[in-house]
C-alpha cells in the first residue's frame, strides 16, 4: 500500500493544482508513522466531509435571508417537488426527511405560523392530515431554491471544468450506492 505522498502521481503542470489543503497535512502526517497506509480513501472522503460542511453553512446562510432555516427548506421544497397541488400527508414528509413526528411538527408549525403551508384534515381519512404549500410558501420556495443553487453554482463552477463537471456526480453516485 501506498501514501498520498508516495503514491500520487506529479501533475504535469503543478501551477494547475489547488494549493495543499488541511486534508493534504493529515494524509501526510499519517504518511509518516504509518507508510504502510493507503490515504487515497480517506483524502477523498475527508474533503467530501469538509465540502459538504462548507456547502452545507452557505447554503444555509442563504437560506437565512429568506427567514427559513435548511430544514424548514426541506420541508418547503419536498412539497414544492410533489407537483400541484403541492399537498402530503405528515407520514410522507416525516419519511421523505427521515425525521421523527416529533421534528416533523416542529418545522410545520413554525412553517404554518408563517403562512407557508396548511395543515386541514384529510377529506378521504378524517384521522389524517393533509399539508400544504400556500402560495406565498411556492413563492418562498422557489426563491430560496434558487439562491442555494446560486451559491453552489459559484463553487462548483470556479473550481471544475465542464468535463470535471459532468464526471463528478457518477463518480460520487458510484461512491454512495456502496454505502
Same mark, same amino acid.
Given at each position: ?6 503514491? =500520487? ?10 494549493p495543499l489543503d488541511a486534508v493534504d497535512a493529515i494524509v501526510d502526517q499519517w504518511a509518516v508513522c ?62 421523505? !426527511? ?17 403562512? !407557508? ?18 402560495? =406565498? ?8 431554491v434558487t439562491a442555494g443553487l446560486a451559491a453552489q453554482h459559484e463553487i462548483f463552477d470556479q473550481a ?20
Amino acid at each position: 500500500m501506498t501514501s498520498r505522498a508516495a503514491g =500520487s502521481p506529479v501533475p504535469a503542470d503543478p501551477s494547475a493544482q489547488p494549493p495543499l489543503d488541511a486534508v493534504d497535512a493529515i494524509v501526510d502526517q499519517w504518511a509518516v508513522c504509518r507508510p504502510d497506509l493507503d490515504t487515497v480513501p480517506m483524502a477523498a472522503y475527508g474533503r467530501i466531509y469538509r465540502i459538504a460542511q462548507a456547502m452545507g453553512e452557505r447554503t444555509e446562510r442563504e437560506y437565512a435571508r429568506f427567514g427559513i432555516s435548511r430544514g424548514e427548506f426541506d420541508v418547503l421544497a419536498t412539497l414544492r417537488r410533489s407537483g400541484p397541488p403541492y399537498t402530503l400527508s405528515p407520514r410522507q414528509l416525516s419519511a421523505t !426527511l427521515m425525521l421523527t413526528s416529533g421534528g416533523m411538527t416542529g418545522r410545520l408549525d413554525k412553517l404554518e405560523k408563517a403562512e !407557508l403551508l396548511t395543515r386541514n384534515p384529510d377529506p378521504h381519512d378524517r384521522r389524517a392530515l393533509r399539508v400544504t404549500l400556500t402560495g =406565498s410558501g411556492l413563492e418562498l420556495v422557489d426563491q430560496a431554491v434558487t439562491a442555494g443553487l446560486a451559491a453552489q453554482h459559484e463553487i462548483f463552477d470556479q473550481a471544475l471544468d465542464a468535463t470535471e463537471a459532468a464526471q463528478l456526480a457518477p463518480l460520487l453516485r458510484k461512491l454512495l450506492a456502496a454505502h
